[in-house]
């Protein structure tokens, strides 16, 4: 199978599968990064029609307070390429829901979760991105500094998953490898989609970006993949991170804020996910969707493939590597 061909195989088994709202978010940020501007609009279109009253987008009855902002970039795009007022009114409402009335902690660190008081390392990749490109820039900042606070890990350099602020503690501890992902994708995004940043800003998001995936790297097998719980070699072999590492790698390096030896780390990464994609276009062995407890499938893996081969495409020179 040429990468042409599975690129597109990938695409197909993404757009047949059911997504939660931040699934449609990175499906759409993939198409972006892929150029795919009238598959961008008509996610956004859905996304937008199953806009909560609240703002959130792409609402499908879930408890997430954050997860609709991942489809901010394509609503945002398609009110610059159509023009309907529908889309710009969306985007200031989930903008607002996230600037005023989400959930969140005292020093402004979002919850991830209605109804709850828990802050997910999950939520770096569904807010940053969309705040920083919307001009947003210190709460995007803040929201890394926030996270950093409670999840990570200065000895291991890894990110816990998942603190309570009820309980005051992290509840979820070990450095789940795809909560890892999200950190770097996150940073790496919000860091692509906007060139302005405060003084110092922009080298510090780079420094812990590069830590936090350095850490991860540690733990990479000879298979080129993961264990699901990065300090637990028991646990399943799991290829999304190396999609989301390999993303992450390869925008750092055609950014400027990783050295040109992190390409061949990215290349070697989405050849180890490259291995894992079926006949039918699915990226086999990933945390799986519904609950991402144990090997499967899932509408993001599906998207993180397609981000690292988009980035690929870009450091390469074949890609147009526009910002949304």
């Not at 990110?159 to 890892?180: C, K, Q, V």
């Amino acid at each position: 199978m040429g990468p042409d061909d599975r690129t597109e195989r990938v695409l197909t088994a993404l757009l047949a599968t059911q997504r939660q709202s931040w699934e449609q978010g990175v499906a759409a940020q993939a198409l972006l990064d892929l150029g795919r501007d009238e598959l961008v609009v008509l996610l956004a279109h859905a996304a937008v029609t199953r806009q909560h009253a609240d703002g959130r987008l792409g609402d499908v009855g879930e408890d997430g307070a954050v997860n609709g902002a991942a489809c901010g970039e394509a609503v945002r795009h398609a009110a610059a390429v159509t023009g309907e007022p529908r889309y710009a009114a969306a985007l200031d409402a989930q903008l607002g829901w996230l600037v005023d009335r989400a959930p969140r902690a005292d020093d402004g660190t979002l919850y991830h979760v209605l109804g709850s008081r828990q802050v997910w390392a999950d939520t770096v990749h569904m807010v940053v991105p969309l705040l920083a490109l919307t001009g947003h820039v210190d709460l995007a900042v803040a929201q890394v500094v926030g996270h950093r606070r409670r999840l990570y890990d200065e000895n291991t350099g890894l990110y816990g998953a998942r603190w309570d602020a009820d309980a005051g503690r992290l509840t979820h501890p070990r450095p789940w490898a795809t909560g890892n992902g999200w950190v770097v994708t996150g940073i790496a995004r919000g860091l692509h989609l906007a060139p302005a940043w405060p003084p110092g800003t922009r080298d510090e998001l780079a420094g812990h970006a590069r830590a936090v995936l350095d850490a991860v790297l540690v733990h990479r097998g000879d298979d080129g993949l993961f264990p699901d719980v990065l300090d637990d070699p028991g646990s399943f072999r799991e290829a999304n991170v190396a999609q989301m590492l390999a993303y992450a790698a390869l925008t750092g390096v055609a950014d400027g804020w990783l050295p040109p030896s992190y390409t061949e780390v990215g290349r070697e990464l989405v050849g180890a996910a490259d291995r894992r994609v079926d006949r039918y276009g699915l990226v086999t062995g990933v945390s799986g969707s519904p609950d991402f407890t144990g090997p499967g499938t899932s509408a993001e893996a599906q998207a993180f493939h397609l981000l690292a081969h988009a980035a690929l495409r870009r450091l390469d020179g074949s890609g147009d590597g526009r910002r949304s």
